[in-house]
């Protein structure tokens, strides 16, 4: 049976081989499930580059190159902080597109204030993109599930 994170993931990656585009990923609170999910398409080498897990300010640094400069102004799990994520990786990467997540999927919430269950997505490239979501659930693993859905859902409208 497909999930419905297979299945965008299935989306995505037609419309990305179609178009000869690529994409780079940098994930917080999915932990890699978006990536996994992409690179789950038969055919991925065509259009996955690569991403990072960036669930730190140590990782963020060493893997994106954002320093506290660059975070001036910026807290993480909003869509302005998604949206240097999904740029950042792109840049680094070298991809033509980026795709983020930066989230708190609980139990609790996370240090900056956000309960469980938010999180921002953001995608950068020809076009730009950044949603909120909040599933007022502190179901760790579903919200895992349900960040990496809607980043890949603003990815594939990015891509219409």
Do not use: Q
């Amino acid at each position: 049976m497909t999930s419905l994170l297979d299945s965008f993931a299935e989306k995505v990656a037609a419309r990305l081989i179609a178009r000869k585009e690529t994409i780079a990923i940098a994930e917080s609170s999915t932990g890699g499930l978006i990536a996994a999910a992409l690179l789950a398409v038969p055919g991925a080498s065509a259009y996955f580059i690569g991403g990072a897990v960036v669930y730190t300010k140590a990782s963020r640094a060493a893997l994106l190159d954002i320093t506290d400069a660059d975070m001036n102004g910026l807290r993480p799990s909003t869509e302005a902080y998604a949206l240097l994520l999904a740029r950042r990786a792109r840049g680094k990467i070298g991809a033509t597109w980026g795709l983020s997540e930066t989230g708190a999927a609980g139990p609790s919430g996370n240090r900056y204030g956000d309960a469980a269950g938010h999180t921002c997505v953001a995608v950068a490239g020809p076009a730009e993109r950044a949603a909120t979501l909040e599933t007022a659930n502190t179901d760790r693993p579903a919200n895992m599930h349900a960040f990496a859905v809607c980043g890949l859902e603003l990815l594939l409208d990015a891509l219409a």
